[in-house]
T-cell receptor
Framework: GENVEQHPSTLSVQEGDSAVIKCTYS??????FPWYKQELGKRPQLIID?????GEKKDQRIAVTLNKTAKHFSLHITETQPEDSAVYFC???????????FGAGTRLFVKA | DARVTQTPRHKVTEMGQEVTMRCQPI?????VFWYRQTMMQGLELLAY????????DSGMPKDRFSAEMPDATLATLKIQPSEPRDSAVYFC??????????FGSGTRLTVV
């Protein structure tokens, strides 16, 4: 069945360093790839997404890259800050009404 | 900001009791999802609806769980009878088609 694998499960970085989270997906028909951030005790929130007709998208300190041939996509956070500490979930879905498959999550710690 | 509203926020109940969780999706969103989150399992899809019709409830234990959408402004998730292993945070999310979910604040369920 469809699957999304996410690595690493835990990531610890020093404030100001970059953080990279990687995901691979199995359904080659997937064409929408959102990322969610979940702070402790709160709801997951959409922070950025990318569709399969683009290879990269940036929004201030965060960027996502997509390699459809290899079926993997990544989240890059530059100049990390303590408030970036959270669990990040990648996900993949097809347009047209299919369910979204979530990765298992990456717990990011940014040390001040 | 448009919000998904979930009630109750917290629920403590005794084993064997019925639990009902409610969700008001964002007006105009035609897809509604129920997820369960535990420390060990990440985000587990229980059921989802498109235009109020159930599309997939394969993630739900059918003998005790049921999900319905009696109208476009209300989705419900019931557990009867509840068991201690049902203790988790239950999130409702809504979306337009399958893009960019908005999650509710969740119902933290504790079954003792």
């Amino acid at each position: 069945g469809e699957n999304v694998e996410q690595h690493p499960s835990t990531l610890s970085v020093q404030e100001g360093d970059s953080a990279v989270i990687k995901c691979t997906y199995s359904d080659s028909a997937s064409n929408y790839f959102p990322w969610y951030k979940q702070e402790l005790g709160k709801r997951p929130q959409l922070i950025i997404d990318i569709r399969s007709n683009v290879g990269e998208k940036k929004d201030q300190r965060i960027a996502v890259t997509l390699n459809k041939t290899a079926k993997h996509f990544s989240l890059h956070i530059t100049e990390t800050q303590p408030e970036d500490s959270a669990v990040y979930f990648c996900a993949a879905s097809r347009s047209g009404g299919f369910k979204t498959i979530f990765g298992a999550g990456t717990r990011l710690f940014v040390k001040a | 900001d448009a919000r998904v509203t979930q009630t109750p926020r917290h629920k403590v109940t005794e084993m064997g009791q019925e639990v009902t969780m409610r969700c008001q999706p964002i007006l105009g969103h035609n897809t509604v999802f129920w997820y369960r989150q535990t420390m060990m399992q990440g985000l587990e899809l229980l059921a989802y609806f498109r235009n109020r019709a159930p599309l997939d409830d394969s993630g739900m234990p059918k003998d005790r769980f049921s999900a319905e959408m009696p109208d476009a402004t209300l989705a419900t998730l019931k557990i009867q009878p509840s068991e201690p292993r049902d203790s988790a945070v239950y999130f409702c999310a809504s979306a337009e088609l399958n893009y960019g979910y908005t999650f509710g604040s969740g119902t933290r369920l504790t079954v003792v």
